[in-house]
């Protein structure tokens, strides 16, 4: 019991879930839900159309992600998550620095396409893949701390861009933040993250050697790409996956200026759109370390579906929050709770389908179709504003696609309590190659 105890407390694993709260934290937090807090900006300044905007993240994240996203899963196999992560953060703080200097719609389309390509090498896949190599009883509470980053970041950042904004005006803002992101995530690259407990002499959770039948890390042969990719569990989930991520970012790129369209004639309505950002903080951190709990407790599949069901649930408060504004305050806990665990689970999910190994290369074509629906879909939500003055044929559209990604999931089958996904792929590894 003393030798466990001890295990644990110098288990270096905490300082991986550490390193990955921060650049989620940084990634996401800071950058995802950040720069839309500058689109009245550019708006007021530029003279720009919401949609043309928007153009900016779709384009780059379309072309990032076919051309990009498999091979950020490969370099973090053959080169390892920390030089991934290292070059992703320099991406991020270029994009940043290259939209404080921005003066065209062409320059904002080149820095999204840098700030995707940061997204990509430093954002939730090596996290993802960090946190499946260090833990595996704990993984689903590990990531869960980890996502909580996101949580951290949102709610930190618009008081950080209030308070440089009023200071050093909108484009020193977004240099303090670059330079924030550079020096904070570059350190930790070089001098924190580590690709396997091996590295360290150590198993995954901080297990004992001796008392332990673990390994250190993924062991045996990766599967092939093409016998996956025939696996209908992985179609199944991708689809759910992309179809729900689809649906949190057309409402989260667009949520600050639907809030302020409905502001402007509402008084409750301008008092919940300033307390938003503080509701859906407390309730998706809730929703990131409940949902990693259940994740460990109990079958995936069916976390992530009610997950996948309370956004589905939750987006159609939008239009009704016109005639009344209290659902606003509905809305934030039930969205905020489902945008905590949503990402979270899709990398538990395909450790779960598919195992550790070859993991980040699964990762890295899930996650990239994710970024691609999220880029597409605000785009054609701000489309439908600009058409019809009115977000609320956007946001039902968004009800739709949410609620397809859940029927998604429910089609994930399972046998023994394990997905048939495992046993496909263990049968096709036996076949002569």
């Not at 008092?271 to 259940?294: C, E």
């Not at 939750?314 to 905590?340: C, D, N």
């Amino acid at each position: 019991m003393r030798r466990e105890a001890s295990s644990q407390q110098s288990f270096y694993g905490w300082w991986i879930v550490g390193a990955a709260f921060v650049f989620m934290m940084m990634i996401v937090g800071f950058v995802l839900y950040g720069l839309p807090q500058f689109f009245p900006n550019y708006i007021a300044e530029f003279g720009w159309r919401r949609d043309q905007i928007q153009l900016g993240n779709t384009l780059s994240k379309i072309l990032v992600g076919p051309l990009f996203g498999f091979a950020a899963g490969w370099a973090m196999e053959k080169y390892g998550p920390r030089r991934v992560m290292l070059v992703g953060a320099l991406f991020a703080g270029t994009a940043l620095v290259g939209f404080s200097g921005m003066s065209s719609l062409s320059q904002l389309y080149l820095f999204y396409f840098f700030n995707a390509l940061g997204y990509l090498c430093a954002g939730p896949l090596p996290a993802q893949v960090l946190i499946s190599n260090w833990f595996a009883r704990w993984r689903g509470r590990m990531m869960g701390i980890a996502y909580v980053g996101i949580g951290a970041g949102g709610a930190i950042v618009p008081w950080l861009i209030l308070w440089s904004r009023e200071r050093f005006g909108w484009r020193g803002s977004l240099q303090l933040m670059a330079g924030i992101i550079v020096v904070s995530l570059g350190a930790l690259a070089l001098f924190v993250v580590r690709r396997h407990p091996a590295e360290m002499g150590q198993l995954p959770d901080g297990a004992d050697p001796a008392e332990a039948g673990q390994e250190a890390a993924p062991t045996g042969p990766a599967p092939r790409m093409s016998r996956v990719l025939r696996n209908p569990t992985f179609w199944l989930l991708a689809l759910g996956s992309v179809l729900s991520i689809s649906a949190v970012g057309g409402v989260t790129q667009n949520l600050p200026l639907f809030l302020a369209d409905i502001a402007k004639s509402n008084e409750e309505a301008r008092r919940a759109a300033a307390i938003y950002p503080s509701i859906v903080l407390l309730t998706s951190i809730a929703g990131r370390l409940s949902m990693g709990y259940l994740a460990d407790r109990f079958r995936k599949k069916h976390v992530m579906l009610a997950t996948f069901l309370l956004i589905g649930v939750s987006i159609p408060l939008l239009p009704l929050s016109r005639e009344h504004p209290e659902l606003l305050y509905v809305f934030a806990v039930l969205f905020g709770f489902g945008l905590g665990a949503d990402y979270m689970l899709i990398p538990l999910m395909t450790a779960e389908c598919f195992g550790l190994v070859g993991l980040s290369r699964i990762l890295g074509i899930i996650i990239t179709s994710d970024s691609v629906g999220e880029s597409l879909m605000p785009w054609a939500v701000a489309r439908i504003r600009e058409g019809t003055g009115s977000y609320d044929i956007g946001f039902l559209l968004l009800t739709g696609v949410a609620l397809l990604g859940a029927v998604a999931i429910l089609g994930i089958r399972y046998r023994d309590g394990a997905p048939i996904s495992r046993q496909q792929l263990r049968d096709a590894s036996t076949e002569p190659r």
